[in-house]
């Protein structure tokens, strides 16, 4: 007898499958295209729905919650405006590489071109800054194509997927089957680096004499931080992280050499620049790491690993590419490296470098400083806490002096750098993450970006820390104007346009902090610490001013890094 | 160095506007681009004719393979290859030179698809650069406009000696 299928509802099956794909947490935001699923929504008991204040919140909140897990972060929002506000979110997505699906509503297909009301090719407008994109056109297809998104979105090299949702096919009915498998000619990931290459990669490092791991977001992602460490650990390697890469790799390991690029500490780039075999592990070789690219580790010889083939040779060209899931990859080279290579002339090079230029900034002028507060902040939470930072220089200072220790603690808009990431990407991390303090810094124009969304933390008792970072200035901007553009201040300074940021902390509901004493830090920080009923929030006034250190700029070399800020004296 | 790339990709929805997207937003050049069924209804071949340096290519066929929707991607440049492109070409003819413009059209092995008392329309099948070459020679005469369909390309089967038994049994039956 033929087994019969069950006849669902778009709606039902669209909720059938998110359950089959283990969805826990639905970030949205309703309007007239999702009506239906809402209105399903209602009798659904398996998943939390987090209702938003802005769709652009929902899309980093998925990202948070994706970034601090590793599962898929997922997206629920209506037609024409509710979609395109996603776009900043799935474009950051793409750029990082963060596994997100989201669903968008969309007018009925007989409609669709009609200019209707709501309307949005949103298909079309997201193809560029998406992994791939779905228009379910008949509801036969529906179970499969979001079978094929979540597969898509998590698998490979992980990023964000869109499925369109015209209300028509939400609204029919069809027999329901959920495709066990997903079969896709266009498709197929490649998980094992060849055998080959990385007998290769081997037989390098055993030689090398100078050799650094560079490490990317890849090993994260891909969970390969155990295997990077018993690479380094087994082999005596000096390990430099990307902006992403930060707590692939202990950070308070004598191993680790801290960030390298742009704002990186002068050891890892020095590093960089004279080392003679570069293995770059999940990282893609980025205009921020690399400078100028002529002048990029010219003397070494450069294995490069990552899941994606066109990261391979599109920036750098390598001398051996390995096109695999670098967990694996990382799993096999260690097996395969027999005896370390000896390398304590380079350590003893690099510990030269470390006392040469160490990260410096003013302490004992009574001003209270971004650093010192992140100092206070690792000491307070001993690298263990999950910290979301917005873009900028607080950003840059959160990378030099937060000591992460874990995988996924570090989550940030890198690739895209979008201000107004931390408050919603931490809401979405703070929903999964319970055990360990979540919190987001921004500065006081990121801030701003998407303020909205405290209301979203506040009634639902997520105890996260919000520190805002006020130095009246878009400071990273105003960096750049006084070093690059005749320090023409043009549209930085918020000095008179800031709002009372403890009053509007206290307006959302929040116990509030204000101070521009460093002694007040601690008391701050430790009474925070304390709040676990919901969130809490601090405004430092720091010094207006300062500037992020070392900084090589933008396309220049290691020789052009500038460490301090240039006495006027100086100058002449 | 001009590549031709052909690239078999699913029939489906927005398919080829992934394809344009990419090309437009990497910046890759593009001198043309086609694209039709193939024997089997599902797939779709585009044959893309590019032009970059040999990393700019490699990033191109990559980038192409990265997409979800590409099923199989062959950079045909430098393997033997049959490759064919159709024009429609119409051109003013005067009194007096109408037999010229035919006679150019017959060494171009063109037919003659059109005609009326001021122009001349002339269709020309054959690889790209015979093209160009009747555009040159026809540019003379004045082009009143032009269509062209873009290169299609197959690869060449691989040329295998046959077999003399084998010849003699195919003569016998």
């Keep these: ?572 | 160095m001009k590549h031709t790339i052909s690239v078999l990709v699913e029939n489906q929805f927005g398919t080829f506007n992934r394809v344009v997207t990419m090309f437009s937003g990497k910046g890759f050049n593009v001198h043309s681009m086609s694209i039709g069924e193939t024997e089997s209804p599902e797939i779709s071949r585009m044959t893309i004719v590019t032009e970059g340096d040999d990393k700019i290519i490699e990033q191109v066929v990559k980038q192409l393979n990265r997409l979800i929707d590409t099923i199989k991607v062959v950079d045909l440049s430098g393997s033997p290859k049959v490759e064919r492109e159709l024009a429609l070409i119409t051109v003013y003819y005067q009194k007096g030179n109408r037999a010229d413009i035919i006679s150019v059209s017959n060494i171009f092995r063109g037919n003659i698809v059109d005609i009326n008392n001021k122009s001349i329309t002339i269709e020309i099948t054959g690889p790209p650069d015979k093209i160009e070459a009747a555009v040159n020679v026809l540019e003379g005469y004045g082009i009143k406009e032009m269509a062209r369909s873009g290169t299609v390309a197959l690869k060449r089967g691989e040329q295998v000696k046959a077999d003399k038994k084998e010849l003699q049994q195919n003569i016998q039956v």
């Design chain 1, 1 to 572: 007898m033929k087994e019969t299928k069950p006849v669902m509802s778009g709606a039902e099956i669209f909720f059938e499958c998110l359950k089959r794909e283990k969805v826990e947490i639905v970030f949205g935001y309703p309007g007239g295209a999702t009506l239906k699923i809402y209105e399903k929504l209602y009798d659904v008991d398996f998943l939390e729905h987090i209702l938003v204040r802005h769709e652009q919140g929902a899309a980093h909140m998925a990202e948070g919650y994706a970034k601090a897990t590793g599962k898929v972060g997922v997206v629920l929002v209506t037609s024409g405006p509710g979609a395109t506000n996603t776009v900043t979110g799935i474009a950051d997505a793409y750029m990082d590489s963060v596994p997100i699906v989201v669903f968008t509503g969309q007018v009925p297909t007989h409609m669709i071109g009609n200019d209707a009301f709501q309307e949005a090719d949103i298909v079309g407008i997201t193809r560029p800054i998406t992994k791939h994109n779905f228009l379910v056109r008949d509801i036969n297809e529906l179970a499969s194509s979001i079978r094929k998104a979540f597969y898509i979105a998590s698998t490979g090299r992980p990023g964000p997927v869109l499925v369109d949702l015209p209300k028509d096919v939400i609204n029919s009915v069809c027999e329901f089957e959920y495709p066990e498998k997903v079969e896709m000619r266009g498709y197929k990931p490649n998980l094992l680096g060849h055998q080959n290459q990385i007998k290769k990669a081997a037989e390098r490092i055993k030689k090398a004499k100078r050799p650094l791991l560079y490490v990317g977001g890849g090993v994260i992602m891909s969970g390969g931080n155990r295997e990077l460490r018993l690479l380094a650990k087994e082999n005596n390697l000096p390990v430099t992280m990307t902006l992403q890469g930060l707590g692939a790799f202990p950070m308070s390991d004598p191993q680790s050499l801290g960030m390298l690029g742009m704002h990186g500490t002068y050891w890892a780039n020095q590093a960089v620049n004279n080392c003679d075999l570069l293995v770059s592990l999940g990282a893609r070789f980025d205009d921020r790491v690399t400078g100028k690219i002529d002048a990029f580790a010219t003397g070494a010889y450069k294995i490069h690993v990552d899941i994606d083939p066109t990261c391979i040779d599109k920036n750098v060209i390598v001398d051996l590419p390995i096109v695999g899931d670098v967990k694996h990859v990382l799993a096999e080279l260690a097996a395969e490296i027999s005896s370390p290579p000896k390398i304590d002339e380079w350590w003893e090079q690099i510990h030269k470098w470390q006392e040469e230029c160490p990260l410096h900034y003013e302490k004992h002028d009574g001003k209270l400083r971004t650093e010192y507060i992140l100092e206070r902040l690792n000491e307070f939470t001993k690298g263990e806490a999950v910290i979301v930072t917005d873009v900028g220089q607080h950003q840059m200072w959160t990378s030099q002096y937060y000591k992460f220790n874990h995988p996924r603690s570090h989550l940030t808009s890198g690739g895209l750098g979008t201000m107004g990431f931390s408050v919603p990407a931490a809401i979405g991390a703070a929903f999964a993450i319970k055990d360990r303090p979540v919190i987001s810094i921004s500065g006081d124009g990121g801030f701003q970006m998407n303020m909205q969304e405290l209301i979203t933390a506040v009634y639902h008792k997520l105890p996260i820390k919000f520190i805002i970072i006020n130095n009246s200035f878009l400071g990273m901007v105003r960096q750049w104007q006084e070093l690059f553009h005749a320090e023409k201040y043009s549209f930085t300074d918020l000095s008179d346009s800031n709002p009372d940021f403890q009053k509007l902390g206290e307006a959302f509901g929040m116990k509030s902090f204000s101070t521009n004493r460093p002694e007040e830090v601690d008391s701050i920080l430790e009474e925070m610490m304390q709040i676990n009923d919901g969130p809490s929030l601090a405004e430092f006034r720091v010094e207006k001013e300062d500037m992020v250190f070392p900084i090589i700029p933008s396309g220049a070399t290691i020789e052009e890094m500038m460490t301090k800020r240039l006495n006027p004296k100086e100058m002449i």
